[in-house]
């Protein structure tokens, strides 16, 4: 009983925001969502991001391992879901994308603090650096036919982990009253990140929901698998342990739906593949908590 209410205690605020978001929406009611995405990737998650970098105390062999183990994870992601995409004669730019990226900006970052505080947080951020450089570069080339380590690099959120980590590694910090503001301004990612996702679920018009729901199956399932392996091959720790887990298993971003819509790829089985596995994760996110926690 207690693992049950421990587990209903960290994803109940997670889901719950979202489900505002999507009732904000179903009731007629306005988001920019274009204006709030922009403030929150531009300013309010990359400020997130440095803080708790700087504020972290991870010991740096743990920092090594888990970025090995999230190198190696999303490298064998790729590897199993482009063999998959090719065996079941999907269409490349419309379904790899997808199904290599998980939420972990959105949904992962939010279940890492939840679940974890601010050392989960601290390592999910790590993990987060690792597939937003990866998806900035081969996730867009493989959309849109191109992409680069530059385009990557120019996006704030990666621009604060990398500067983020240079603060971990040296031990520095910066004047209180500028921590002050970044926290500040900080501590609004998390529900605008949340909310903004059940505002995007609720505005997609999905399309074939019976094999979404089954590609959803096999990409949890898969991550899942090469996430256990993978954080024991590389002798994590229970904590970082737990967060690559449940960070590489996240259900389909937004992110791949608006980078299908952007380059001209078939957006409505995207979407599609966000609505089944959001709602599938309402079911296994929870069952991985239990797991881990």
């Not at 587990?7 to 988001?31: D, N, Q, R």
């Not at 909310?195 to 094999?211: M, S």
Request: with cysteine; glycine share 8%.
């Amino acid at each position: 009983m207690n693992l049950i209410l421990t587990v209903l205690e960290i994803v109940s605020p997670v889901f719950l925001l979202a489900a505002i978001g999507f009732i904000w929406v179903k009731t007629g009611h306005e988001y920019r969502i274009e204006f709030v995405t922009k403030l929150a990737m531009t300013l309010s998650v990359p400020a997130l991001i440095f803080t708790a970098l700087v504020k972290a105390e991870i010991d740096p062999t743990a920092l090594t391992k888990l970025s090995l183990a999230s190198i190696a994870a999303y490298g064998a992601v790729t590897v199993i879901m482009y063999l998959a995409v090719k065996i079941l004669k999907l269409e490349t730019r419309t379904f790899l994308n997808p199904l290599i990226f998980g939420n972990v900006g959105n949904l992962g970052l939010p279940l890492a603090y939840f679940a974890f505080g601010d050392e989960g947080l601290s390592y999910a951020i790590i993990i987060f650096a690792v597939m937003a450089i990866w998806s900035f570069t081969f996730g867009v080339y493989i959309t849109a036919g191109g992409g680069s380590i530059g385009k990557a690099l120019k996006e704030p959120l990666v621009g604060a982990t990398l500067l983020g980590s240079v603060f971990l590694w040296q031990g520095w910090t910066i004047p209180t009253f500028m921590m002050n503001t970044l926290e500040l301004l900080g501590q609004i990612a998390i529900p605008t990140m949340l909310i903004t996702l059940g505002v995007a679920v609720a505005r997609l018009e999905p399309r074939g929901l019976g094999k979404a729901a089954m590609l959803s199956v096999f990409k949890a399932l898969i991550c899942t698998g090469i996430a256990v392996v993978l954080g024991k091959w590389f002798g994590l720790s229970s904590v970082p342990y737990a967060v690559l887990i449940l960070q590489i298993t996240t259900p389909v971003a937004v992110t791949s739906y608006l980078l299908a819509e952007k380059y001209g790829a078939k957006s409505e089985d995207v979407a599609g593949l966000v609505v089944a596995s959001t709602l599938l994760s309402v079911l296994y996110l929870p069952l991985l908590l239990a797991f881990v926690v």
